[in-house]
C-alpha cells in the first residue's frame, strides 16, 4: 500500500461519527478524508470541512485499495443496522480500521478486532477478548480471560467480571454489573444500573428499577433536611 493507508473514511454523518471523527482526529495516526451514507440518508454535501459521499459510489471516489474505513453507527436495532454497514463495508473490500484511546488502561496481551471503538477511562484486563465492530464507552471494566462477541455496545461505566462471555449483538447499559464466570447469550440487553449474576439464554432483557420519586418537591425537601 502507499501513504493513503493511513487515510480513512468515516461510514455515517450523525452525533455518533462526529465523535469519531474527534477521537480519529485528536488521538489517532489515521487521517479522516470524508463521510459516506447511503444516497438515501444524504442530508448534507460536507461535515466539518469534509465531503459526504454516497456510499453506492464511495469506491470509485475512494478505493478500497488506497483507502481504509470506520464504521460509526449507533446500537438501533441491537446493534444490527451497524453490523449490516460493517458487512457491506467488508464487502466492498476496504479494511476496517479500530480505534484504541491512548488514555485506555489495556494491561498485557488483550485481543481486539477491527471496527471496535475504545474510548478512554478503561481497564481492560489481562487475556480479554473482543470481537469486531464492538463499541466501548468510557469508563468500562472488562475483566481478565473475558469474551466480547461481535457487534457489541458497551456503554460507560459498565462492569464485566473475570471469564465472563457476553454474546453477540448484546447491548450493556449505563454502571450494569455483570458478575464473575457468567454466561450472556446473544442479543441481550441490560439495562442501565442492572446486576447480573446468573447465566442469560439468547434475547434476555435485564431492566433495573428506577429511585422512587420522593414525595416532597426539591425546595419543601430542602426547608426540612440538613443540606441546605
Given at each position: 500500500?502507499?501513504?493513503?493507508?493511513?487515510?480513512?473514511?468515516?461510514?455515517?454523518?450523525?452525533?455518533?461519527?462526529?465523535?469519531?471523527?474527534?477521537?480519529?482526529?485528536?488521538?489517532?495516526?489515521?487521517?479522516?478524508?470524508?463521510?459516506?451514507?447511503?444516497?438515501?440518508?444524504?442530508?448534507?454535501?460536507?461535515?466539518?470541512?469534509?465531503?459526504?459521499?454516497?456510499?453506492?459510489?464511495?469506491?470509485?471516489?475512494?478505493?478500497?485499495?488506497?483507502?481504509?474505513?470506520?464504521?460509526?453507527?449507533?446500537?438501533?436495532?441491537?446493534?444490527?443496522?451497524?453490523?449490516?454497514?460493517?458487512?457491506?463495508?467488508?464487502?466492498?473490500?476496504?479494511?476496517?480500521?479500530?480505534?484504541?484511546?491512548?488514555?485506555?488502561?489495556?494491561?498485557?496481551?488483550?485481543?481486539?478486532?477491527?471496527?471496535?471503538?475504545?474510548l478512554e477511562n478503561q481497564l481492560i484486563q489481562p487475556y480479554a477478548?473482543?470481537?469486531?465492530?464492538?463499541?466501548?464507552?468510557?469508563?468500562?471494566?472488562?475483566?481478565?480471560?473475558?469474551?466480547?462477541?461481535?457487534?457489541?455496545?458497551?456503554?460507560?461505566?459498565?462492569?464485566?467480571?473475570?471469564?465472563?462471555?457476553?454474546?453477540?449483538?448484546?447491548?450493556?447499559?449505563?454502571?450494569?454489573?455483570?458478575?464473575?464466570?457468567?454466561?450472556?447469550?446473544?442479543?441481550?440487553?441490560?439495562?442501565?444500573?442492572?446486576?447480573?449474576?446468573?447465566?442469560?439464554?439468547?434475547?434476555?432483557?435485564?431492566?433495573?428499577k428506577d429511585t422512587d420519586l420522593f414525595a416532597l418537591d426539591s425546595?419543601?425537601f430542602m426547608k426540612i433536611s440538613k443540606l441546605k
Open positions: 500500500m502507499n501513504d493513503n493507508t493511513k487515510k480513512i473514511v468515516i461510514f455515517g454523518a450523525g452525533q455518533t461519527a462526529e465523535i469519531v471523527y474527534h477521537y480519529f482526529v485528536n488521538d489517532s495516526p489515521f487521517s479522516v478524508v470524508a463521510f459516506t451514507v447511503n444516497a438515501e440518508h444524504r442530508d448534507k454535501k460536507s461535515l466539518f470541512g469534509l465531503p459526504v459521499v454516497e456510499f453506492e459510489e464511495i469506491e470509485n471516489k475512494y478505493p478500497p485499495d488506497e483507502f481504509q474505513m470506520f464504521v460509526a453507527m449507533t446500537y438501533s436495532n441491537l446493534n444490527k443496522l451497524r453490523a449490516e454497514k460493517y458487512k457491506e463495508a467488508k464487502q466492498k473490500d476496504y479494511t476496517l480500521v479500530s480505534y484504541i484511546s491512548s488514555k485506555a488502561g489495556i494491561v498485557g496481551k488483550v485481543d481486539i478486532g477491527d471496527n471496535c471503538l475504545v477478548k473482543i470481537g469486531n465492530n464492538v463499541f466501548v464507552w468510557s469508563g468500562v471494566l472488562i475483566g481478565h480471560n473475558c469474551t466480547i462477541g461481535d457487534h457489541c455496545w458497551l456503554t460507560s461505566d459498565a462492569s464485566i467480571g473475570g471469564n465472563t462471555n457476553i454474546g453477540s449483538y448484546s447491548f450493556l447499559g449505563l454502571n450494569c454489573t455483570i458478575g464473575h464466570m457468567i454466561n450472556i447469550g446473544s442479543n441481550c440487553l441490560i439495562g442501565a444500573g442492572a446486576q447480573v449474576t446468573k447465566d442469560a439464554v439468547d434475547n434476555s432483557v435485564f431492566i433495573s425546595e419543601r
